[in-house]
Each structure stands twice: as C-alpha cells, then as structure tokens.
C-alpha cells in the first residue's frame, strides 16, 4: 500500500470535479479524501496499491469533461494512513 498526495490546478472548482474524483476512487478501491483549497485548487489525498493509484492518477490528470487541468504535484509516500473510505471534505 502506498500514499499519494495530489495538488490539481486549473478550472477544477465549480465542474463536479471533487465528485467525479470520489466516484473514479471508489472505483478503484483507494481511501482517503479530495477537498477544494481556498486558493482555487483542489488537494487530493489516496491510499492504496499502487497500481490502482497510478490508475487513479492517470484519471485525475484528465477529470470530467468541464474541468481543464493546468497543473499537477504529485507527492508519494510508503506510510499509510488508516481511512475507511474516500470522502469529500468541505
């Protein structure tokens, strides 16, 4: 298991961009959480196997038709915190 955190900028606010992200991680069986940051971005943090994060990445790089992903940092690291599911926090 491995932990992936994820700064996403663009027009990623407004689009359903938080709930499609939360549907593609469920999907994929990953935990953890995705919010919208005050300065227009939103912050994703993921757990789970590896190749189901890369996967999961791979979606987050691109999102729901009305977002335009500008830029994105990836963090990742061997902890791994203890969610139940993945949640979208206000």
Aim: aromatic share 12%; proline share 3%.
């Amino acid at each position: 298991m491995s932990r992936l955190n994820i700064l996403v900028t663009g027009v990623v606010q407004g689009v359903g961009y938080r709930y499609s992200v939360a549907r593609r991680a469920k999907e994929c069986q990953i935990t953890g959480w995705v919010k919208n940051r005050s300065d227009g971005s939103v912050e994703i943090e993921a757990v789970g196997a590896r190749g189901m994060l890369e996967e999961f990445l791979r979606y987050v790089r691109v999102g729901p038709p009305a977002s335009h992903i500008a830029g994105l940092q990836t963090q990742w690291f061997d902890d791994e915190p203890v969610y139940k599911d993945f949640n979208i926090r206000f």
